[in-house]
């Protein structure tokens, strides 16, 4: 990660419009079209929103850019999250979070980091 991330906390519901602000506006100011600024704000409200939903406390989200791709951690004390989810049925009424996140970004990592857990989202400047 770049020594020159931006970063901000979230802890309660009031503050998800901060942190889709914060990702959308420093997106675009890091590189990104606004249309891929736009899909990389979906994907951190989807995992602060689930951070809220499924964890005690808040979170943090980083951003960064290095070598052409924007980075994004999205960090919690929640579980660690199963990647390649199938996008659930039209009908159902939860369980597509992680699946449009996976979808709209360029690459999707998670992993533990001592009593956290960390999903790495990255988008390319160019598509």
């Known amino acids: 990660m770049s020594g020159d991330a931006l970063e901000i906390s979230y802890a309660q519901p009031g503050d998800l419009a901060k942190v889709r602000e914060f ?7 890091l590189g990104l079209t606004e249309e891929r600024a736009e ?3 979906l994907a951190v409200s989807e995992l602060a929103t689930n ?13 960064w850019s290095v070598n052409g791709r924007v980075f994004c951690d999205v960090v919690d004390g929640g579980p660690i999250r199963r990647l390649g989810r199938a996008m ?4 159902a009424t939860r369980g ?9 970004c360029d690459e999707v990592g ?3 980091a001592g009593d956290s857990t960390r999903v790495r989202l990255a988008l390319d400047l160019r598509p």
Request: charged content about 15%; hydrophobic content about 40%; aromatic content about 0%.
């Open 39 to 41: 899909l990389l704000t």
């Open 96 to 104: 597509r979070g992680l699946a449009i996140v996976e979808r709209v």
């Open 23 to 29: 990702v959308r506006s420093n997106a675009t100011g």
């Open 110 to 112: 998670v992993e533990t």
């Open 51 to 63: 951070t809220l939903q499924h964890t005690a406390g808040g979170g943090s989200v980083r951003l």
């Open 88 to 91: 659930p049925a039209a009908n």
